[in-house]
């Protein structure tokens, strides 16, 4: 959900793709955005998608051939209703996509956990559950350096803070005010976010597509491009990508795509999240990256 268009390129017309796609396909939004999020924009020489707000009780999903999940960005403010809207396309047979076990999987990190027990190096983490969260201040003091603390169910960093030395009572209460079925990740502070940067890899079906490096705005942490944050597009090694492919292949599915976040610490990525429900694909970050997409969400329809 973070956005910045810092390092657009020119994207090729709809004559370089071959042909026109013949299917109805639905991107999901949210009710704050009109039309289709800028970065999704840039598939519209390749595909004509139609934008539906996900709350929305008028849409009749079943008339789509695949709804993909694109701009839902406040799903975390309305976790058990976007669930259950999940379940009710379910078992209308609709084909979403990312796929509905994949998405409800994805909207806890407490998947963080999983993967690491599948071999996956991730930030190192304490997942604080909601009995424990009076203990943060001690867990705070006790580190002696800088930490992240995130909810388990967030996006845009909504709820997330930088801390060190001392819990503010305001942070602690804001902390404790969250739902009791909220999870709390702590986690270092990892300067490698700052320089070079949070490296984010995007596969489309399992494939490697493009890549793009995110950092923090002046005085900032966080590299959403509403706290001030900037992307720009990037070519990456081989083995960083065979390191992401890796966090891939740790899934029960192939996703339709994914964005793999990371830092890069003595040559090893170290995953910050996996993301598999709306994020942004920054396709104007490479020549080829909508077309990617769009190459894709041809290959699972009928």
């Not at 169910?153 to 803070?161: D, E, L, P, R």
Request: with cysteine; charged share 20%.
């Amino acid at each position: 959900m973070d956005g910045s268009d810092a390092c657009k390129v020119v994207l090729p017309s709809r004559a370089t793709f071959g042909y026109a796609v013949p299917m109805r396909v639905a991107f999901v939004t949210y009710p704050r955005l009109e039309g289709l999020a800028p970065d999704d924009q840039a598939i519209l020489p390749f595909l004509n998608p139609v934008p539906a707000i996900w709350s929305d009780p008028g849409i009749e999903w079943d008339r789509f051939d695949a709804v993909i999940l694109r701009s839902t960005w406040d799903y975390y403010l309305h976790h058990e209703a976007f669930k259950s809207w999940l379940m009710h396309l379910q078992d209308r047979n609709i084909q979403v996509l990312n796929s509905v076990h994949l998405v409800q999987w994805n909207s806890n990190k407490v998947y963080l956990k999983e993967l690491q027990q599948k071999g996956i190096p991730i930030i190192p983490t304490q997942f604080v559950e909601a009995t424990e969260r009076l203990k943060l201040p001690e867990l705070v003091t006790a580190s002696g350096g800088p930490l992240v603390i995130k909810p388990s169910v967030s996006a845009a960093a909504h709820h997330t803070y930088r801390v060190q030395g001392t819990l503010q009572a305001e942070t602690l209460q804001a902390l404790l005010d969250l739902p009791e079925d909220v999870t709390l990740l702590v986690q270092p502070f990892m300067p490698e976010i700052q320089n070079p940067g949070e490296y984010s890899l995007v596969f489309f079906n399992g494939h490697f597509s493009h890549a793009f490096l995110k950092t923090p705005g002046e005085g900032d942490f966080r590299v959403q491009g509403m706290h001030g944050g900037q992307t720009c597009g990037i070519e990456v090694e081989q083995e960083l990508v065979l390191q992401a492919q890796k966090v891939l292949s740790a899934l029960p599915e192939v996703p339709l795509y994914a964005r793999v976040d990371g830092v890069v610490r003595e040559g090893t990525l170290l995953l910050m999240e996996l993301e598999l429900i709306e994020p942004n694909l920054f396709l104007n970050s490479h020549p080829e990256a909508a077309r990617n997409f769009a190459q894709a969400i041809r290959e699972r329809l009928p």
